[in-house]
Nanobody
Framework: VQLQASGGGLVQAGGSLRLSCAASGRTFSSLSMGWFRQAPGKEREFVASILWSGGITYYSDSVKGRFTISRDNAKNTVYLQMNGLKPEDAAIYYC?????????????????WGRGTLVTVSS
């Protein structure tokens, strides 16, 4: 599985961005997908995930109510709609994928990772 994230950029606080992550392969619908982020000097942290069935999503408390994860299996793509961005949301955002059934909020359960996309939020 190869993942390609895109959509990062510079936005003012309060603004919105939509990140996309395109996956290779024919088994996208069997993958649970996650978004993680890493800010300078900090550890990578969980942001959001969506299970293979598409009906179950998880969010970190810091983004709940502002970010929305979704998927389009026909396009082999997962999205992260980010609204109400704050300076503390600035980070490199990574998408990840797993066929596993473990916790979708733990990066240890994701064997496939894409290169990150940088999100910068100006105050």
């Amino acid at each position: 599985v190869q993942l390609q994230a895109s959509g990062g950029g510079l936005v003012q606080a309060g603004g919105s961005l939509r990140l996309s992550c395109a996956a290779s392969g024919r088994t996208f619908s069997s993958l649970s997908m996650g978004w993680f982020r890493q800010a300078p000097g900090k550890e990578r942290e969980f942001v959001a995930s969506i299970l293979w069935s598409g009906g179950i999503t998880y969010y970190s408390d810091s983004v709940k109510g502002r970010f929305t994860i979704s998927r389009d299996n026909a396009k082999n793509t997962v999205y992260l709609q980010m609204n109400g961005l704050k300076p503390e949301d600035a980070a490199i955002y990574y998408c990840a994928a797993t066929y596993g059934v473990g916790s979708s909020t733990s990066e240890r359960n994701y064997p496939y990772w894409g290169r990150g996309t940088l999100v910068t939020v100006s105050s």
